[in-house]
Antibody, heavy 119, light 114 residues
Framework: QVQLQESGPGLVKPSQTLSLTCTVSGGSISSGGYYWSWIRQHPGKGLEWIGYIYYSGSTYYNPSLKSRVTISLDTSKNQFSLKLSSVTAADTAVYYC???????????WGQGTMVTVSS | DIVMTQSPDSLAVSLGERATIKCKSSQSVLYSSNNKNYLAWYQQKPGQPPKLLIYWASTRESGVPDRFSGSGSGTDFTLTISSLQAEDVAVYYCQQYYSTPSYTFGQGTKLEIK
């Protein structure tokens, strides 16, 4: 059974870069047919898709965040990562990684990790 | 971007009664080549990640109780819980995946017990 787990700092200073990693277990991140997404949820708010990466390395980002986002893949560790630059308090949120398919959208989610942007 | 609008924002239903949540998209999410609506429903309980309930507007994810059903096509969709159980208290989100890769979610509907 595929499971996802986010990891990374829970506190990031304004203007710095937020860096998170999602470790995939129970399956290979290199399997075709799956995209690997990052999604965030501001406190008490709804869900915002950040972007995804395909096993080939192709990436697609939310246009509203595109200038600050980089998603990368490490197939040797079965992980994918998120970098969000120039963060502000508005980037404070719970960040989720999720497996994505063209048929079933976001079918498997990690538990999420809270990231606070504060000095 | 396709805007997803849910109604109501919150809902209180008695145990054993039917709960109905609506979702409207700003443009059709029906893909004509395969006649599939690219619309999903998720359930999120406090402190947990969202859980996929329904995809293609009406297909239940494996393991989801059959009291959950999805319907609709084009721009108007409904999630129905036929007989509300205590464990169904949650926030429910609709999401379109027609306009990939720009996925968008509804604002959520909070379901409580009356």
């Amino acid at each position: 059974q595929v499971q996802l787990q986010e990891s990374g700092p829970g506190l990031v200073k304004p203007s710095q870069t937020l860096s998170l990693t999602c470790t995939v277990s129970g399956g290979s991140i290199s399997s075709g047919g799956y995209y690997w997404s990052w999604i965030r949820q501001h406190p008490g708010k709804g869900l915002e898709w950040i972007g995804y990466i395909y096993y080939s390395g192709s990436t697609y980002y939310n246009p509203s965040l595109k200038s600050r986002v980089t998603i990368s893949l490490d197939t040797s560790k079965n992980q994918f990562s998120l970098k969000l630059s120039s963060v502000t308090a508005a980037d404070t949120a719970v960040y989720y990684c999720a497996r994505t398919t063209l048929a079933r959208a976001f079918d498997i989610w990690g538990q999420g990790t809270m990231v606070t942007v504060s000095s | 971007d396709i805007v997803m609008t849910q109604s109501p924002d919150s809902l209180a239903v008695s145990l054993g009664e039917r709960a109905t949540i609506k979702c409207k998209s700003s443009q059709s999410v029906l893909y004509s080549s395969n006649n599939k609506n690219y619309l999903a429903w998720y359930q999120q309980k406090p402190g947990q990640p969202p859980k996929l309930l329904i995809y293609w507007a009406s297909t239940r994810e494996s393991g989801v109780p059959d009291r959950f059903s999805g319907s609709g096509s084009g721009t108007d969709f409904t999630l129905t819980i036929s007989s509300l159980q205590a464990e169904d208290v949650a926030v429910y989100y609709c999401q379109q995946y027609y306009s990939t890769p720009s996925y968008t979610f509804g604002q959520g509907t909070k379901l409580e017990i009356k």
